[in-house]
C-alpha cells in the first residue's frame, strides 16, 4: 500500500458511510483544537519558542521562499519513499522528533507516540526527558525502529548508565542535543511560571537510573525537592565541549547524531570528531531567537559534510511539500516536531498516526505530481528560490 492511498481511503469512507476523517488533515486546525483541550500551560509550553518567536517564524518563510517546479510527461506513478539510515531501511524519510515531557499533552505520552511511530514503521527518537522509562518505550515500540536522544549529564557515570540501558533496551542511533544546555527565554512560560520538570513531570528516565538514584538519600516518591535538585544542575546550566563526544563515542557502538547544528563550520568538526550525523535544527525556534532559519542551515551544511555524514533536519516542518523540500536542499530525512504533539493531544497514539498518514500521503503526492519517483532524485534544482 502507498501512503497516497489515504486519500483515497478518506474520499472513499466519505462517499460509503458519510464517515468525515477522525481529525482534520490541516495541521493548523488540529493545533486549534489541541489548544481548546490543553491547559494554557501545556498549550504554550509546547507551542511557545524563544523571545520575539522570530526564529520560529523565519522557519516557516524560509519555507515559503523556495519553491517547488514540477515536471511534466514523467511516469511518477509508482513512488518509493523509502530511504536506507544507517543500515536501516525505514519506509520514509520522516522520523519524530524527540519531545520531552509528553505527558503534559496525553497521559500515555512517549508510549501513544511509540505505537503509532511503530504502526507505520516510523522511528520515534525518545528524549531523555521523558514521562516514561527507556524500558516501556522500548516495549511500547516493539518491532520498530527505535533512538535515543541524549540530554547529556554532568556526571559521566550517569551518562554511561542511560547509554547503557538505551543499549540494552534495543535503541539503535543515538541523538545527542547540543543546543538545549540551557532553556532558551521563553516569554510565555515565563509569565506562566510553567516549567513542568521542577513538578518532578518529564523525569522518569533520571529518576529510575541507577547511577542517578545512588547519589539520593530518598527515593524521588519520598523526596521529589531533592531529587530535582540532583537532576538541575546535572542536565542544565553548563554545556559540553568537542573534547568530550570520546566519552559517548567509548560507550555507544551505534551510530551518533549531533542535533542542534547550524554552521557548516560545525558540522565539519562533527564529521572530524567520528560523528556518524548530524540534524540541522534549530530546536524548532525555542532556544536563540533572532538565529538563522534552520532550512537556510541546511544545503550549506549538507554541501560541506553530505558525503561524510548523514544529514537530517529539522524546525518548521508542517506539510508534505515542506518534507520534498528539505530532501531537495540535502537532507537525508526530516524529523516532526510539534504537529505530532497536536495530534496526540487530540486523539492519543491514532491522533499521532493520523499526522503521520497525512504527512506521508502529502509527501507522496506532491512528489508524483512534480515528477519524481524517488527521493534519491530530489536535488536543489527541483525548487526556485525567491
Ligand atoms: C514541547 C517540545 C519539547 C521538546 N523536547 C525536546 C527534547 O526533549 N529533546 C530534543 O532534542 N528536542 C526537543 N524538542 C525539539 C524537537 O526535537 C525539534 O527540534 C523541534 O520541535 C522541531 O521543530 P518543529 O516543532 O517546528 O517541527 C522539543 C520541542 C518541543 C516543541
Ligand atoms: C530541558 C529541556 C527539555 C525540553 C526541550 O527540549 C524543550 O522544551 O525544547
Redesign the pocket.
Known amino acids: 500500500m502507498s501512503f497516497a492511498d489515504f486519500q483515497q481511503e478518506i474520499y472513499v469512507n466519505g462517499l460509503l458511510t458519510g464517515a468525515l476523517p477522525p481529525h482534520s488533515v490541516d495541521p493548523a486546525v488540529l493545533e486549534e483544537v489541541a489548544r481548546r483541550r490543553l491547559g494554557e500551560g501545556p498549550y504554550w ?3 511557545g519558542s524563544a523571545g520575539t518567536g522570530a526564529t ?1 517564524r523565519a ?1 516557516r518563510e524560509a519555507f515559503g521562499r523556495r519553491r517547488i517546479v514540477p515536471r511534466m510527461l514523467v511516469d511518477a506513478t509508482e513512488r518509493d519513499l523509502g530511504v536506507e539510515l544507517f543500515g536501516e531501511r525505514l519506509p520514509a524519510p520522516v522520523l519524530l ?5 509528553q505527558s503534559i499533552v496525553h497521559p500515555e505520552g512517549e508510549l501513544a507516540t511509540a505505537r503509532a511511530a511503530a504502526s507505520l514503521g516510523v522511528p520515534s ?1 525518545l ?4 514521562s516514561h522509562t527507556i524500558e516501556e518505550v522500548a516495549a511500547a515500540a516493539g518491532e520498530g525502529p527505535r533512538w535515543f ?1 541524549l ?1 547529556w549529564p554532568h556526571d559521566d557515570e550517569v551518562t554511561v548508565s542511560l547509554l547503557s540501558r538505551a543499549r540494552k533496551a534495543g535503541f539503535t542511533a543515538l ?1 545527542v ?1 547540543l543546543d ?1 544546555w540551557t532553556l532558551g527565554w521563553r516569554p510565555h512560560d515565563l509569565d506562566l511560571a510553567y516549567l513542568p520538570f521542577l513538578r518532578g513531570e518529564g523525569l522518569a528516565i533520571p529518576f529510575s537510573d541507577p547511577a542517578f538514584l545512588a547519589g539520593l538519600e530518598k527515593s524521588p516518591q519520598e523526596d521529589l525537592g531533592a531529587a530535582v535538585l540532583r537532576w538541575a544542575p546535572m542536565f542544565n546550566g553548563r554545556a559540553h565541549t568537542w573534547d568530550r563526544l570520546a566519552l559517548l563515542r567509548d560507550n555507544w557502538d551505534g551510530p551518533i547524531v549531533l ?2 547544528i547550524q554552521s557548516a563550520d560545525d558540522a565539519r568538526r562533527a564529521a572530524d570528531h567520528g560523528m556518524d550525523g548530524v ?1 540541522v ?6 532556544q536563540v531567537d533572532g538565529a538563522i532559519a534552520s532550512l537556510d542551515a541546511l544545503e550549506p551544511v549538507a554541501e560541506a559534510v553530505g558525503d561524510r555524514l548523514t544529514v537530517l533536519f ?5 506539510t508534505g511539500a515542506d518534507v520534498l523540500k528539505a530532501l531537495a536542499l540535502g537532507a537525508r530525512a526530516v ?5 505530532y ?1 497536536w495530534g496526540l493531544a487530540c486523539g492519543g497514539a491514532d491522533g499521532v498516526r493520523h499526522v503521520l498518514r497525512c504527512l506521508l500521503a502529502e509527501l507522496d503526492i506532491s512528489m508524483g505530481l512534480a515528477g519524481h519517483r524517488a527521493v534519491a532524485g530530489l536535488a536543489p534544482d527541483c525548487l526556485e528560490v525567491r
Open positions: 509550553y509546547v507551542a520560529e522557519n522528533a524527540p519531545v520531552g515531557v527518537i528524549s531523555t526527558m521523558a536522544q540530554y541523538v542535543t538545549t542535533k542542534g540534524v535544527s534549530n530546536h524548532g525556534g525555542r529539522d524546525s518548521g516542518v508542517r524529523l516532526l516536531g510539534r504537529p504533539l
